[in-house]
Structure formats: structure tokens, C-alpha cells
């Protein structure tokens, strides 16, 4: 679903990604793992469009979205990916279910239609009862949670997700792992995931580790 070829990206004198290609197939979870300065953030931001890189092609189903001008590269990011990262970005002056359904009025839906998909999610996700909430009044599970719904609002091909667990205690981390596995399962979600958490990382279908820019395994 998405193939990255020769992707290397440098910041002044430091290589940061040297030549790196990559697949990811859609309905597996990929974990993306290595040391600090790896890389893989820089990855991660590369194949969500966040970043352009120096050199190499990104390709979604065939689609070279390096070659799109940046109406149309942010219209592709809105409609196909979503993101989640290590502190969940709510914004506090809108309920939990308002905070979801954003990616979708951004991408032209009816608030009808927004609002409908992000209670189904979060009524997936065992929030029912926190609809009408706002961030300040949730636990961090709770927000987690609500962030990979709002990644999910528009049926992305692929969620990047950015250290999700790093910001959660025990307990969440292990249902927020679950979550990960049932979405895959349910809805045939696709993710992508750069993680320092073992656990996490077991429980993906691939294990990708990087190390000084390159993938070594």
C-alpha cells in the first residue's frame, strides 16, 4: 500500500535517514523500533507528507504524492492519513466527540455526518459516556483513546502513530495496545507505529529497527 525508495533526508551536516526503503501493507500493524537518533521519527513524518525528504519517492497505491502541489497533498493527508502521537493534541475548548469529528468537517463532511462517525468510534471504544466531555475533564487513557478515533474519522489508509503509549501508565498502555489489535481486526485498520515499548512492539504483525539512519532488520 505504501512504498518508500530511496528516501534520505539530512538537517545541515547530519544524516538523518540514509537511503531507506520501506513497505507497508495495509491491515498489519508495522512497529518501527530502534535507539534514539535512529531515525524514525523522521521516517514516520516522511511517509505522513509532514516532511519532505531530499531525495527518493513516497508512493500510496501507485500514487507519487511527492509530485502533488500542496492543495492537493493536504487534501490526500486529510482523507488518508492519520495521525497519533505521544500526547494526545485534543483541543480543550471542544468536547471529546467535537475533537473527533474535526478531521472530518476539515474534509467536507456535514456536521451531521461528522459527529455521527465520531460517536460511533468513540461508542467503539467504550466512551459513550464521555461524548459531551472536554480533554481537561478525561483521564490520559480516556484522551488517548479519543486521538486514535479522531485518526480514524476519515477511514484513513494508514494511521502513524508517534510513541502512543509513551505518555500512559501501565494500565492504559496494555488497553491501548488492545485497542490497536481490535482496530486492525474490526476494521481492517492499517498503522504504523515508532515505539520504545517492547510490549507494543511484540504485538505488531512487523518489526522494523533502524539504527544511524538505516533500517538493519
Same mark, same amino acid.
Given at each position: 500500500?505504501?512504498?518508500?525508495?530511496?528516501?534520505?533526508? #539530512?538537517? @545541515?551536516?547530519?544524516? !538523518?535517514?540514509?537511503?531507506?526503503? +520501506?513497505?507497508?501493507?495495509? &491491515?498489519?500493524?508495522?512497529?518501527?523500533?530502534?535507539?534514539? @537518533?535512529?531515525?524514525?521519527?523522521?521516517?514516520?513524518?516522511?511517509?505522513?507528507?509532514?516532511?519532505?525528504?531530499?531525495?527518493?519517492?513516497?508512493?500510496?497505491?501507485?500514487?507519487?504524492?511527492?509530485?502533488?502541489?500542496?492543495?492537493?497533498?493536504?487534501?490526500?493527508?486529510?482523507?488518508?492519513?492519520?495521525? +497519533?502521537?505521544?500526547?494526545?493534541?485534543?483541543?480543550?475548548?471542544?468536547?471529546?466527540?467535537?475533537?473527533?469529528?474535526?478531521?472530518?468537517?476539515?474534509?467536507?463532511?456535514?456536521?451531521?455526518?461528522?459527529?455521527?462517525?465520531?460517536?460511533?468510534?468513540?461508542?467503539?471504544? @467504550?466512551?459513550?459516556?464521555?461524548?459531551?466531555?472536554?480533554?481537561?475533564?478525561?483521564?490520559? &487513557?480516556?484522551?488517548?483513546? &479519543?486521538?486514535?478515533?479522531?485518526?480514524?474519522?476519515?477511514?484513513?489508509?494508514? !494511521?502513524?502513530?508517534?510513541?502512543?503509549?509513551? #505518555?500512559?501508565?501501565?494500565?492504559?498502555?496494555?488497553?491501548?495496545?488492545?485497542?490497536?489489535?481490535?482496530?486492525?481486526?474490526?476494521?481492517?485498520?492499517?498503522? +504504523?507505529?515508532?515505539?520504545?515499548? #517492547?510490549?507494543?512492539?511484540?504485538?505488531?504483525?512487523? !518489526?522494523?529497527?533502524?539504527?544511524? @539512519?538505516?533500517?538493519?532488520?
Amino acid at each position: 500500500m505504501i512504498s518508500a525508495r530511496n528516501i534520505s533526508k #539530512s538537517f @545541515g551536516d547530519v544524516t !538523518v535517514l540514509n537511503n531507506i526503503d +520501506v513497505d507497508i501493507y495495509p &491491515g498489519k500493524i508495522t512497529a518501527i523500533v530502534g535507539p534514539s @537518533g535512529a531515525g524514525k521519527t523522521t521516517l514516520l513524518q516522511i511517509l505522513g507528507t509532514l516532511m519532505t525528504p531530499d531525495s527518493g519517492t513516497l508512493r500510496y497505491d501507485d500514487n507519487d504524492v511527492l509530485t502533488l502541489n500542496d492543495r492537493r497533498l493536504s487534501h490526500f493527508r486529510n482523507s488518508s492519513i492519520g495521525f +497519533v502521537f505521544q500526547f494526545h493534541r485534543l483541543l480543550p475548548e471542544f468536547t471529546l466527540q467535537e475533537n473527533v469529528a474535526l478531521p472530518a468537517l476539515i474534509g467536507g463532511s456535514s456536521r451531521s455526518d461528522a459527529m455521527e462517525r465520531a460517536r460511533e468510534l468513540l461508542v467503539y471504544m @467504550g466512551l459513550e459516556h464521555r461524548l459531551n466531555h472536554k480533554p481537561s475533564t478525561l483521564s490520559g &487513557g480516556e484522551c488517548q483513546r &479519543g486521538a486514535v478515533a479522531r485518526a480514524l474519522v476519515n477511514r484513513p489508509k494508514v !494511521v502513524l502513530a508517534d510513541e502512543p503509549t509513551g #505518555s500512559l501508565d501501565t494500565a492504559n498502555r496494555t488497553e491501548l495496545q488492545q485497542l490497536f489489535r481490535n482496530l486492525c481486526r474490526d476494521l481492517e485498520a492499517t498503522f +504504523v507505529i515508532v515505539t520504545h515499548d #517492547s510490549t507494543l512492539a511484540d504485538q505488531a504483525d512487523r !518489526v522494523i529497527k533502524m539504527a544511524d @539512519g538505516r533500517i538493519i532488520q
